[in-house]
């Protein structure tokens, strides 16, 4: 009977040592992301840093509705949340600190994050704009930055409203980016973001196109000179990018349908020219590839304004920047149109 309670208490100790290293918070160089979403057992999805995109995406998951995941870093950071419909959270990460969310799996973008003063901001603006017109949403996501430009939660609504628009609305863009910079002036990614945004007004539609020089894989260089004689169509792409395959199988469809009178040059943003050639001799052989190697940081990402991929630029025969990031039927009317 002895050794029955002694090995019951010994099982109490057990226990309670593992409830007591439970409730202890991360370590201080840690943060922690945890949380419970119904309607939903199995699934997966992702978390990445916008300060380092380069760096990868880590994969939480979810069973029987719940997930913890931790992740070292040294200062207070924007992550991501993509989720399999490639709808995205942004959260406030801090070291030492346990982020918390909670929500209907259905209702993902309503969920209420927790855990710092920025994530409670954050949550109470995404759940207040469910209830109000879209129109509503870019002037007061911009109030919103101007009220809390100094903290990461502002940050994390220009990413959510202005950052992610395949055309930056330039009343807002430039504007919001000084505020946040002047409050936040060490901020690597407000520099990062101003440098990828601000040159979309220099090639957006209406604009001319800009000066280029490219080389394509074959040894020929492009210039925009060359391009000037007839419409242009730039695609922009990447093999790690599902949607691209696709694109360039259309880019080759219409040069094909139109040639000679319409031009047809692809830049990829790979950083493995290899993946780039077997993609390109797969889905579109007869196009230029134009492909230096260093994916996002090529000076071609800055010169045309590439803020998404894939996507695309329609130049008329008098340089002149008549669409940005067709694809599909619109593509494919656009550049009948100019037949």
């Not at 045309?304 to 067709?326: C, E, H, Q, S, Y």
């Amino acid at each position: 009977m002895r050794n029955v309670f002694g090995t019951l208490r010994l099982l109490a100790v057990a226990i309670i040592g593992a409830a007591a290293l439970a409730a202890c918070g991360p370590d201080k160089d840690t943060m922690r992301f945890e949380g419970k979403l119904q309607n939903i057992r199995q699934a997966e999805f992702y978390i990445y840093s916008e300060e380092n995109p380069a760096a990868g995406f880590d994969t939480i998951h979810i069973s029987n509705g719940k997930f913890e995941y931790e992740k070292k870093i040294d200062r207070p950071s924007v992550l991501t949340l993509l989720y399999p419909n490639f709808s995205k959270t942004y959260i406030v990460a801090e070291p030492g600190a346990t982020i918390k969310m909670k929500g209907d799996a259905a209702k993902i973008g309503e969920a209420e994050i927790t855990g710092n003063e920025d994530n409670k901001r954050l949550t109470e603006f995404r759940q207040r704009m469910f209830s109000q017109p879209a129109a509503n949403l870019r002037p007061a996501a911009a109030q919103f930055i101007r009220d809390n430009a100094v903290t990461l939660s502002a940050t994390a609504i220009f990413l959510q409203v202005f950052a992610e628009l395949r055309q930056p609305d330039q009343r807002y863009t430039a504007e919001l980016l000084q505020i946040l910079k002047s409050a936040q002036p060490q901020a690597q990614i407000l520099k990062d973001l101003e440098r990828r945004l601000l040159p979309l007004s220099k090639a957006a539609e209406g604009q001319s196109m800009p000066s280029f020089s490219l080389t394509a894989a074959s040894g020929t260089t492009i210039t925009d000179n060359d391009c000037r004689r007839s419409p242009l169509l730039l695609v922009f792409w990447a093999s790690w990018n599902y949607d691209s395959y696709s694109l360039l199988r259309q880019a080759a469809s219409l040069q094909k349908r139109f040639a000679p009178k319409l031009q047809v040059v692809t830049l990829s943003f790979d950083t493995d020219k290899a993946a780039a050639a077997r993609q390109i001799k797969d889905a579109a052989p007869d196009l230029p590839l134009v492909c230096d190697g260093k994916g996002f940081s090529s000076p071609h990402a800055e010169t045309f304004a590439v803020n998404n991929i894939p996507g695309t630029m329609l130049i008329d025969a008098k340089g002149k920047i008549i669409a940005r990031d067709l694809t599909g039927k619109q593509l494919d009317d656009r550049v009948q149109a100019l037949f």
